[in-house]
């Protein structure tokens, strides 16, 4: 058992090592917002989809996938198992900032909703309570009257 869990967290830090390192040179071609073609030849990889990093990393990997820099590519991930190549994809796509956007979107789609909601019976009330009010009026001029 005590094997066991040293080997797991030997794989743990080799797994964050590589991904570190793996980001690291990254950023180091295509700038550190991912926003850059490297060298003036590549992709702007931040406007990649998660998916499509995925399969330009294995497809430079497995030989199936680049241009002209090719090569520097195959040896920048040649060491990076699937794992590896997910959680880069996962940074680089900013998987956790889209969601939050896209949740802050919901959230303010669904705050909007509510406010004009809110106008709808407010002024319902305000309509509801001016013709009670009229009644009101008009039932006690008429009683004067009388």
Do not use: R
């Not at 797994?15 to 590549?42: I, V």
């Not at 406010?115 to 013709?131: G, L, Q, W």
């Amino acid at each position: 058992m005590k094997k066991t869990i040293i080997t797991l967290a030997a794989v743990a830090v080799a797994s964050t090592s590589a991904f570190a390192a793996g980001t690291a040179a990254c950023k180091g071609c295509h700038g550190q917002e991912f926003e850059k073609k490297a060298m003036g030849k590549s992709k702007v990889v931040k406007d990649m989809s998660k998916d499509e990093i995925v399969a330009a990393l294995k497809g430079y990997k497995d030989g199936s996938y680049g241009g002209a820099m090719k090569g520097v590519m195959a040896g920048q991930v040649k060491s990076l198992d699937d794992a590896a190549i997910e959680a880069i994809a996962t940074e680089i796509a900013g998987g956790d900032k889209k969601e939050a956007s896209a949740a802050d979107a919901v959230v303010d789609a669904a705050k909007e909703k509510a406010t004009e909601v809110a106008k709808e019976v407010a002024n319902s009330a305000v309509d509801a309570a001016t013709n009670k009010a009229k009644e009101a009026a008009t039932g006690a001029a008429s009683k004067m009257m009388k």
